[in-house]
């Protein structure tokens, strides 16, 4: 039976053993731990971002002949 459920979810045994031990430890299964590092050595200051964004609405652009339906996206000449 554990077979099946981790070929339908495409999980290995290492992952289901690791979630298990989770919930048994804390009570919970393991959260997502993605983004939450604060060393960002290029993180861009807010300022600076909004700057990139200005410039870049400043630039004249044409809409896409690509585009099949109604879009922001400008094209640059």
């Known amino acids: 039976m554990p077979e099946r459920f981790l070929s339908?979810?495409?999980i290995?045994?290492?992952?289901?053993?690791?979630?298990?031990?989770?919930?048994?430890k804390?009570?919970?299964a393991p959260g997502g731990e993605r983004e939450k590092h604060t060393n960002r050595k290029y993180k861009l200051l807010e300022e600076i971002r909004m700057k990139i964004h200005e410039h870049v609405?400043?630039?004249e652009g044409r809409e896409?002949?690509?585009s099949w339906?109604?879009?922001k996206r400008k094209c640059l000449s």
Request: charged fraction near 30%.
């Open 12 to 24: 290995g045994k290492g992952k289901l053993d690791y979630v298990l031990k989770s919930l048994k």
């Open 57 to 59: 609405d400043s630039l």
């Open 26 to 28: 804390r009570g919970e």
């Open 69 to 71: 339906h109604d879009s």
């Open 8 to 10: 339908v979810h495409g």
């Open 64 to 66: 896409s002949h690509n």
